[in-house]
């Protein structure tokens, strides 16, 4: 039988989160505290994961807890402070949906469900979130095999919802000096047998905030379309999953080893740069102005004007950018230019 999960030769699938895409050849981190604490915690961590570049923000708000006793999330509330959290940083926001009966409630808060491990084979929940109009992120069970978890995905699919990314956390081991053991292998299996993208859970998977680098760059080399790491502006506050979230510094050096952080850098430094050389240009054009009219040269000059913009059109063109979009650029510059010109020379005629 043709299963809708596997590898239809169509090419590997990419899923919209908002405005981030996964899959499709980049590299997406999901980045937030293990659960919704308090709108300061979490508005604290999203800081940090935006400043770092991850490119969704996570947070349970309605957590799957081993034990009944343990803390279980702010629900509701807790999704409202996420949502906040991530409007105010620009980033997508994705949270985990326990009961079929909330995905509704859950849709309308987040970009992204996830059903988290311990929910994997909960087929009521799957076939929810399969009618649900959000992307789906489904975690691998601790104990599940590989055509377990792909057959899970199917229930999703089946009921029409085709966003599934998929995500390896640790399968159940026997070694107590790690939790779980991260099935490395697991990602270039599932990326060969299906066409979803696949990220990895470094964090559950290592249960110690040590593990986590070592084990984010081993996905990253196996081929993973991203990872999803848990933060906290600090752990040993935490109240579920302490011991593996990272601090803002740990985070920061994770981004940085992952090349995440330096590519966010370099467009910020070329920003700034754009900001500098519009200011020069602005006051080169200023000064000019006040010689033109000592001088009793008209400010204007449409026909340099046409000539500079059949360059820029033709620079761009070569440089494999949009001509028309430069074109707009300048002209758009030049008006203002023309526009602080206009007021210098206005406010020096006033003060003569
Ligand atoms: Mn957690």
Redesign the pocket.
């Known amino acids: 039988m043709e299963l809708k999960t596997h590898w239809n030769g169509n090419g590997a699938s990419s899923v919209l989160v908002g405005n981030v895409r996964i899959g499709a050849g980049g590299y997406t981190v999901i980045a937030g505290p293990?659960a919704v604490e308090s709108e300061a915690q979490i508005m604290a961590a999203a800081e940090f994961v935006a400043e770092g570049g991850a490119a969704i923000l996570r947070g349970?708000a309605f957590k799957v807890r081993t034990s009944p006793y343990d803390f279980q999330g702010l629900g509701a509330q807790g999704l409202g402070h996420l949502r906040r959290a991530g409007d105010a940083h620009g980033l997508p926001v994705v949270s985990d949906v326990v009961e079929p009966g909330d995905v509704g409630l859950v849709s309308e808060s987040v970009d992204m469900l996830q059903v988290g491990a311990l929910s994997m084979q909960d087929f009521a929940l799957l076939r929810a979130v399969g009618r649900a109009e959000k992307p789906v992120l489904l975690k691998r069970g601790p104990a599940a095999t590989i055509e377990e978890w792909l057959l899970a995905a199917e229930y999703i699919l089946n009921e029409g919802n085709s966003q599934v990314v998929l995500c390896e956390q640790g399968i159940r081991t026997f070694d107590s000096k790690t939790p779980s053991t991260l099935d490395i292998g697991s990602v270039p299996r599932v990326k060969q047998l299906s066409h979803l993208p696949v990220l990895i859970d470094p964090?559950?998977a290592s249960g110690a905030s040590d593990l986590v680098l070592p084990l984010a760059l081993a996905g990253r080399a196996a081929g993973a379309d991203g990872l999803m790491v848990?933060v906290h502006p600090s752990p040993d506050e935490a109240r579920?999953?302490g011991p593996h979230q990272l601090d803002k510094d740990e985070y920061l050096a994770l981004m940085h080893a992952l090349g995440i952080v330096h590519l966010r850098d370099d467009i910020d430094v070329i920003d700034r740069e754009i900001v500098r050389l519009l200011a020069r240009r602005v006051k080169g054009a200023v000064d000019i102005a006040h010689i033109k009219v000592e001088e009793g040269i008209p400010l204007r000059s449409p026909d340099r004007e046409e000539d500079l913009l059949a360059d820029f059109r033709q620079e761009a063109e070569l440089l494999g950018l949009d001509a028309k979009v430069v074109h707009q650029l300048f002209v758009e510059i030049i008006e203002y230019s023309r526009h602080e010109q206009a007021e210098a020379v206005r406010k020096a005629g006033r003060s003569e």
Request: one cysteine or more; aromatic letters at 0%; charged letters at 30%.
């Open positions: 293990c349970g964090s559950h848990e579920t999953d």
